[in-house]
């Protein structure tokens, strides 16, 4: 004899186990970021109370609030949390890249205007204010060789400055170094030249020239080289720190001298931080202006020889430039200033590239 069970007791099958959980659909945060931009431009301009800066900052926090509010109620508090700091690393990240775009869209409108032969191959000499010619070949060159004349004097004393705090420094000696270093971090550029126009030019430079002082690029080089020391010193410090020790310690396993391991373990593999912090230092110098202005004369005729006469620099150029009457300087100072930040990049380009194909040689 057969039973059978009843219909009401049997089981449904049970379901799957799932993982998912409920989303806000991808719509959602720009939705959100386009209501609250919009009430935040009703606000500020219905009422009259601000403009374009007070809307996106009230858009901003609006949009934090909505995406919060919204998120909590489809997605859970933990996941609101996820997406309000999410959103705000992402807002910082925006800030921080609208300066840089403005700086960038402002130098490209404004210094294209005299982006022509005539300005790279002439100099301001003999120009008038009536005359629309004129360019900064002179310039160009002073920059390049008053930053190329410091890098020589400054890369390899900051390198083994450095090398020395990091492998052999022990003591007072070596305490002392940092000290300085960091007093010298924040001297002023202004600082610098004057000391190079008190020592070099009023005291040294007399004996070399019938006992007249001397204006001349070499002495530009060696304010911006002042200037240059602490960073390169600093930055290959932090680099050669973060070389892991086991790198060394297998070179000594191995029998490999101490100045050898050094020079072909530990400073390639700081080679590309190294880089940045050389290219940081040439940065800062290319741009300074006080030096120049104070032991190099800054003349406007072209000059190649950077221990005699005087000679300028871009960023002495753009000071100039910028305080002419003429109205045809302003054009010559934004393209300057243009071709300065050109020529930082192009360095530093070619170091990181130069840096990275060594690197992978090895």
């Known amino acids: 004899?057969?039973?059978?069970?009843?219909?009401?007791?049997?089981?449904?099958?049970?379901?799957?186990?799932?993982?998912?959980?409920?989303?806000?659909?991808?719509y959602a945060a720009p939705a959100i970021a386009a209501a609250a931009l919009l009430v935040a431009a009703v606000f500020a301009y219905g009422t009259g109370t601000g403009g374009p800066v007070l809307v996106v900052v009230l858009g901003a926090l609006l949009y934090l609030a909505g995406?919060?509010?919204?998120?909590?109620?489809?997605?859970g508090r933990r996941s609101a949390r996820n997406r309000t700091w999410s959103a705000l690393i992402h807002s910082a990240f925006v800030l921080a890249v609208l300066p840089l775009a403005s700086v960038v869209w402002t130098l490209v409108s404004k210094g294209a205007e005299r982006l022509d032969a005539d300005f790279f191959l002439t100099s301001m000499n003999n120009i008038g204010a009536r005359d629309p010619n004129g360019g900064a070949y002179?310039?160009?060159?002073g920059t390049l060789q008053q930053v190329g004349i410091a890098a020589l004097i400054t890369v390899p004393l900051g390198i083994l400055c450095a090398i020395y705090i990091v492998e052999y420094g022990r003591g007072r000696f070596a305490f002392t170094i940092r000290f300085f270093v960091d007093v010298m971090t924040g001297?002023?550029?202004i600082v610098a030249g004057l000391f190079v126009l008190a020592f070099w030019v009023l005291i040294v430079s007399p004996w070399f020239n019938d006992g007249r002082p001397s204006f001349s690029g070499f002495a530009a080089a060696l304010a911006l080289s002042v200037l240059m020391l602490p960073t390169v010193v600093r930055s290959t410090e932090e680099m050669l720190r973060l070389v892991p020790a086991p790198l060394r310690e297998g070179a000594y396993?191995?029998?490999v001298p101490k100045w050898k391991t050094i020079l072909r373990v530990v400073l390639p593999t700081a080679l590309p931080g190294i880089v940045t912090g050389v290219m940081l230092a040439i940065?800062?110098?290319a741009g300074e202006t006080a030096p120049v202005l104070l032991v190099a004369g800054g003349g406007a005729a072209i000059n190649f020889n950077p221990f005699e006469n005087n000679q300028s620099s871009l960023a002495l150029f753009v000071y100039q430039q910028a305080g002419d009457a003429s109205r045809y300087a302003p054009a010559r100072a934004w393209t300057a200033a243009l071709t300065l930040v050109a020529l930082v990049l192009i360095l530093t380009v070619a170091a990181k590239l130069l840096?990275?194909?060594?690197r992978l040689g090895r």
């Open 187 to 189: 001297i002023p550029s």
């Open 283 to 285: 940065a800062r110098a």
């Open 1 to 26: 004899m057969t039973t059978t069970v009843p219909s009401h007791r049997t089981r449904p099958p049970a379901q799957p186990p799932t993982l998912k959980a409920r989303r806000l659909p991808k």
């Open 253 to 255: 396993a191995l029998g």
């Open 138 to 141: 002179h310039a160009i060159v």
């Open 67 to 75: 995406l919060f509010a919204a998120a909590n109620r489809v997605e």
């Open 355 to 358: 840096a990275r194909r060594n």
